[in-house]
T-cell receptor
Framework: GEDVEQSLFLSVREGDSSVINCTYT??????LYWYKQEPGAGLQLLTY?????DMKQDQRLTVLLNKKDKHLSLRIADTQTGDSAIYFC?????????FGTGTSLTVIP | DADVTQTPRNRITKTGKRIMLECSQT?????MYWYRQDPGLGLRLIYY???????NKGEISDGYSVSRQAQAKFSLSLESAIPNQTALYFC????????????????FGEGSRLTVL
């Protein structure tokens, strides 16, 4: 399968910005995705970016895509305790989705 | 009610037992998937199905089988469970997209936690 890599853990203080990074291997995905998994729940789509875009902003979320380096990042501004969750990046070349290992974000009050 | 429903939500079983995890969806999607989640490994695809007559192996299909009984139902079986199949299992659906909204987003159930002793 494809390699999608993320760091496993991130801790930030409430009110600070969080940046979650992801590297992927297949550049043929039309979209790249960020999913959020809250405790005891399934994954939900948080945001996505079309592969011909460099940046997408959606309220507190900013997605940056560097296609040359195959690097995707998710920035959460003014991080809140409700943002504590596991965040997965994913690519979908062809018919399958490939997920990263997930980054567990802990927000310290 | 959830759009993607998995049963059971939790199951403890013994090595060698046959286990079935069931998934039903009300989203009307043709595509259905089974993933397993392990800490530090993310989600790995077990099987997927693009319609009732289509079944495909994912990256970790050994030890598992599936049945697509209807468009809305996709079940995962472990014929003889072993401890390293202890994991959180997710069913998901997707719509490949129609004109104007082709994101291919996956919609997940809430998961089935399986423990094999």
């Amino acid at each position: 399968g494809e390699d999608v890599e993320q760091s496993l853990f991130l801790s930030v203080r409430e009110g600070d910005s969080s940046v979650i990074n992801c590297t992927y291997t297949d550049s043929s995905s039309t979209y790249l995705y960020w999913y959020k998994q809250e405790p005891g729940a399934g994954l939900q789509l948080l945001t996505y970016i079309f592969s011909n875009m460099d940046m997408k902003q959606d309220q507190r979320l900013t997605v940056l895509l560097n296609k040359k380096d195959k690097h995707l990042s998710l920035r959460i501004a003014d991080t809140q305790t409700g943002d504590s969750a596991i965040y997965f990046c994913a690519e979908a070349p062809g018919n399958q989705f490939y997920f990263g290992t997930g980054t567990s974000l802990t927000v310290i009050p | 009610d959830a759009d993607v429903t998995q049963t059971p939500r939790n199951r403890i079983t013994k090595t060698g037992k046959r286990i079935m995890l069931e998934c039903s969806q009300t989203k009307g999607h043709d595509r259905m998937y089974w993933y397993r989640q392990d800490p530090g490994l993310g989600l790995r695809l077990i099987y997927y199905s693009f319609d009732v007559k289509d079944i495909n192996k994912g990256e970790i299909s050994d030890g598992y089988s599936v049945s697509r009984q209807a468009q809305a139902k996709f079940s995962l079986s472990l014929e003889s469970a072993i401890p390293n199949q202890t994991a959180l299992y997710f069913c998901a659906t997707s719509d490949p997209g129609t004109s104007g909204r082709a994101t291919g987003e996956l919609f997940f159930g809430e998961g089935s936690r399986l423990t094999v002793l």
